[in-house]
């Protein structure tokens, strides 16, 4: 079945990096668009970035653009999210989405929890 597994969130300064991971499997990876979404109590999913399936083409939010880089390695069937210069904003559960196809749905991880404070 599709899993996505997420991992790599944690507790940071501010000013400081975290790189989040998303573990794919149940699926061709390298065939997928893939985005990271994040979200805080209260508010509704953040759409963060997406990559395309070769990795080649990326999108940011102006929220993080020239913060954070979304990558992929195919070959290892791994998503990640590089975030710097990380602010007390950042601060959400981050979720790495398998973006939709015509016939075939979305599919999401479980989240991991990035907290930005001093």
């Known amino acids: 079945q599709v899993q996505l597994v997420e991992s790599g969130g944690g507790l940071v300064q501010p000013g400081g990096s975290l790189r989040l991971s998303c573990q794919a499997s149940?699926?061709?990876?390298?065939?997928?668009?893939m985005t990271w979404v994040r979200q805080t109590p209260g508010k509704g999913p953040e759409w963060v970035s997406t990559?395309?399936?070769?990795?080649?083409?990326?999108n940011y939010a102006v929220s993080v653009r020239g913060r954070f880089t979304i990558s992929r390695d195919n070959a290892k069937n791994t998503l990640f999210l590089q975030m710097s210069s990380l602010k007390p904003e950042d601060t959400a559960v981050y979720y790495c989405?398998?973006?939709?196809?015509?016939?075939?749905?979305?599919?999401w991880g479980q989240g991991t929890q990035v907290t930005v404070s001093s």
């Open positions: 989405k398998r973006e939709p196809r015509i016939y075939i749905e979305a599919a």
């Open positions: 149940g699926f061709t990876f390298s065939t997928y668009y």
């Open positions: 990559v395309n399936a070769a990795g080649g083409a990326t």
